[in-house]
């Protein structure tokens, strides 16, 4: 049966009667028995762990996100990949050998591209800095790179006690708010919230309840007057939701050395890349509290 | 009518206090005044001159325009059904806004948010004036103004999908809705010329309106130039609406409620109604814009749902009466 018959069959619904299902799968579903060769990833985060730890030629194809700028902090790098738009035929068509998603890549997509025996590996976006290490050594595991994700491991363990050695002690940590459009705050049970925390900062967020993160109102911003505040990326054209971050109120509280900071693609995922971010910000507060304070 | 007009100044006076002092940073009023007036270097100052003042000014303007526009077009087409938001002359206005900030013109020229909002306004009034008829029977204004709304609805939601920001879509709420929520001062500089220059220009209607009372022939025979009274109409309504959905949204039914309520008080003269509309619709705004504030704060309640829930059934009312005219 040719691939495209194969393709047809699926979309009707048929796959089922003509073709056994494949159960190679191990404990873990989606880690293939043997090393892939032919590795298509659809998810921006996911493409950041592959190509970072794929051996060469491994990996064929990225979402067409990490040839953005925009969110991606891997453009060059990912611009040596084929993109993709996260289409099962488009997919199917690159005969891989393993599909790399996240959880909030389209279920429908995945679900065809099981039917069509793709395997489909699912990775959780990381919730908080912690779950960086396991992301690491899944994605180590489904390409059978266990050693260089030991290796990322040991190193990003090794670069984030480092950072936590520099960060002042509880009582002398300078305040930050996490302000995003529509007035979002995330708190210290966020990754945006660990990164600002991990660089030296308490968060606004946590004092007023927002752990997971939450609509934080102007008033109570202003009210809270924090250190400093980081705003995100605004997108292209404008919208009214993230009008409030030039609000002349945050623009005020924005006035000192901290202004420069906005959360950009480094933020984005959770990847050893964070560390980028954090060491940013550390630098960025010893450069106000050594003038300021 | 001096005692209305005392009643409803001091109505306003109290609601502007209450829109100051109510917020989520719920400091003592009395702080909260005294940080307005003198700055005493603390955030509690930020919060009151940057935030809760421009939302107080807004409510102010925008109350003030929305009742004066009702009771204009009310007495011109002599008909309790208009109201500039139910005949899509806000949703035109939100659609002239919407077109200016996804082109880049409001970006480029300080003026263009609210002068492309008057565009679209002027757009609004002329067709739906036009589809209606000079006497602006009730069913044909109606229709006219079912048809703008849901036109200029339909374009302002479709440019809002096009744009390549992902939070525009879910602004579609807020042309159609409404909110004061995080405006600041630079939007009352942006609303307040227009809206006073509409204001003023509405304000000169009073003569004319009363003589059209008597119909189109005793007016004319009274000296009133109905060409000049129509246009003096058209681009007052234009301005004070065009300049408060630029920056504020579509907020419907309040130049419906707030006629109707007075209209008894003045003894039924549309040239009074004017000014006591204008009190009251500010009146009627600050209220709403207190009330979202302390009913959902963090989740910013759209103004449009308040004054509709207030509306809507008192505009159901309004229909059922004009049906018995009709039959």
């Known amino acids: 049966m040719s691939r495209f018959d194969r393709l047809c069959c699926a979309v009707a619904g048929c796959l089922a009667t003509v073709s056994p299902a494949v159960g190679q799968v191990a404990a873990d579903p989606g880690v293939p028995a043997a090393p892939p060769e032919r590795v298509v990833s659809m998810n921006l985060c996911t493409d950041q762990l592959a190509m970072m730890m794929a051996d060469d030629g491994q990996l064929h ?7 953005q700028a925009r969110g991606s902090a891997l453009v060059e790098q990912a611009r040596q990949y084929v993109p993709n738009r996260g289409l099962a035929e488009e997919i199917y068509l690159m005969d891989p050998d393993l599909v790399i998603a996240g959880s909030f890549s389209d279920r429908t997509t995945l679900d065809m591209l099981r039917r069509l025996d793709v395997p489909v590996a699912v990775f959780e976006p990381a919730g908080n800095l912690s779950d960086i290490r396991d992301r690491v050594r899944r994605m180590g595991a489904v390409l059978h790179r266990e050693e260089a994700a030991a290796r990322m491991v040991a190193r990003f363990e090794a670069r984030l006690a480092d950072l936590a050695a520099q960060a002042p002690p509880a009582g002398d940590r300078p305040r930050a708010a996490l302000y995003s459009a529509n007035g979002w705050s995330s708190g210290g049970k966020t990754l945006p919230g660990q990164i600002v925390t991990a660089a030296g900062f308490d968060l606004v967020a946590d004092d007023f309840g927002l752990a997971w993160g939450g609509f934080l109102p102007l008033e109570l911003l202003a009210m809270s007057d924090p250190d400093a505040v980081i705003t995100g990326q605004p997108y292209p054209a404008d919208s009214r939701a993230e009008e409030i971050l ?12 901290m202004r420069g900071i906005v959360s950009d693609q480094d933020w984005s995922c959770g990847t050893p890349l964070v560390l980028d971010a954090i060491e940013r910000l550390a630098q960025a507060r010893r450069m106000a509290t050594g003038a300021g304070r | 009518m001096i005692r209305l007009m005392l009643v409803l100044s001091a109505l306003v006076l109290a609601l502007t206090g209450a829109a100051l002092v109510i917020g989520p940073a719920n400091a003592p009023y009395w702080d909260s005044l005294s940080a307005l007036v003198v700055d005493d ?5 930020l919060v009151m001159r940057e935030i809760r003042l421009p939302r107080a000014i807004l409510a102010l303007a925008i109350g003030a325009s929305l009742g004066m526009a009702g009771a204009a077009m009310q007495g011109y087409l002599r008909n309790p059904l208009a109201d500039p938001g139910l005949i899509g002359v806000s949703a035109s206005a939100a659609l002239g806004a919407v077109l200016a900030i996804q082109t880049g013109l409001a970006a480029a020229f300080a003026f263009g948010l609210p002068l492309a909002a008057l565009a679209g306004a002027v757009l ?5 004036l036009a589809l209606a008829g000079p006497r602006g029977a009730s ?3 109606i229709l006219a103004g079912i048809v703008v709304s849901s036109l200029a609805g339909a374009l ?8 390549p920001n992902p939070f525009a879509a879910s602004e579609i709420v ?9 405006r600041s001062m630079d939007h009352v500089w942006l609303a307040l010329p227009l809206i006073g220059l509409g204001l003023v220009l509405l304000a ?8 059209l009372t008597l119909g189109e022939d005793a007016a004319q025979a009274l000296g009133i130039n109905l060409t000049r009274l129509r246009l003096t109409l058209v681009g007052g309504t234009a301005a004070v609406v065009g300049a408060s959905t630029a920056v504020a949204g579509t907020i419907g039914f309040v130049g419906l409620v707030v006629p109707h309520l007075l209209r008894p008080f003045v003894g039924a003269r549309p040239g009074a109604l004017l000014g006591a509309s204008a009190l009251g619709g500010a009146a009627m705004l600050l209220a709403a814009d207190i009330l979202v504030r302390v009913v959902l704060p963090t989740k910013d309640l759209k103004l449009g749902v308040v004054t509709a829930l207030v509306g809507a059934p008192l505009f159901l009312h309004l229909i059922y009466k004009t049906r018995r005219q009709l039959a």
Do not use: C
């Open chain 2, 174 to 182: 807020f042309w159609m809705m409404g909110s004061l929520a995080d």
């Open chain 2, 139 to 141: 069913i044909t204004l």
């Open chain 2, 204 to 211: 000169t209607l009073t003569r004319g309106l009363e003589a």
């Open chain 1, 246 to 257: 030039d609000h002349p109120v945050v623009a005020h509280l924005k006035r000192d050395s």
């Open chain 2, 156 to 163: 302002t939601s479709l440019v809002l999908n096009l744009s």
């Open chain 2, 124 to 128: 609004g009034v002329l067709l739906v």
């Open chain 1, 61 to 67: 194809s990225v979402s067409y996100l990490s040839q």
């Open chain 2, 41 to 45: 270097g603390t955030p509690l100052t």
